[in-house]
């Protein structure tokens, strides 16, 4: 299968099927919202579809010219494996979106309100502990241990 037609694939059925979920069109006259419109009003209610807005308008756009301009009977565009495994990413993102827990660590410490600054500074330093705030009623400090790449990614 050629990538202009795994393309088309994607953007046609799942993307566009997963657009419709998201605005939540089932059946009726919505049901014929270009998939422009699909993108914008996505856009208004998924944090998602609004992250990866433009390029979502890119691919739609790329399927069209696939799907319209010909030359000499041809494609008049061939995606590259790469520009199919970006559109798979960002469909699987959208799709299954990661979760706090895929980010960050569980792993929690308590020290006592009697321990020392510079023991607490050891603990943090020796263990990569970030200084959270205190227990419910302020009795005891927590420290939280975060993953050394913390960046969150939509």
């Not at 657009?19 to 919505?30: E, H, S, Y």
């Not at 020290?111 to 205190?134: F, H, K, L, M, Q």
């Not at 939280?144 to 990614?153: A, E, W």
Request: contains cysteine; positive net charge.
């Amino acid at each position: 299968m050629l990538n202009s037609e795994k393309l088309t694939k994607i953007v046609d059925g799942k993307l566009t099927g997963f657009l419709r979920q998201v605005v939540q069109v089932k059946a009726g006259p919505p049901k014929d919202l270009s998939l422009e419109d699909l993108i914008n009003k996505g856009s208004e209610v998924n944090p998602g579809v609004r992250f990866y807005r433009n390029e979502l308008h890119t691919y739609r756009r790329i399927r069209n010219t696939i799907t319209h301009d010909k030359i000499c009977g041809c494609t008049a565009v061939e995606p590259t494996d790469s520009a199919i495994a970006e559109i798979e990413r960002v469909l699987e993102r959208l799709t299954s979106p990661p979760r706090i827990t895929d980010i960050f660590h569980k792993d929690v410490y308590g020290i006592s309100i009697d321990t020392s600054i510079g023991e607490a500074a050891t603990v943090i330093r020796e263990n990569s502990y970030c200084p959270a705030s205190t227990s419910p009623g302020g009795r005891r400090p927590l420290l939280l241990r975060f993953p050394s790449s913390t960046s969150p990614t939509p």
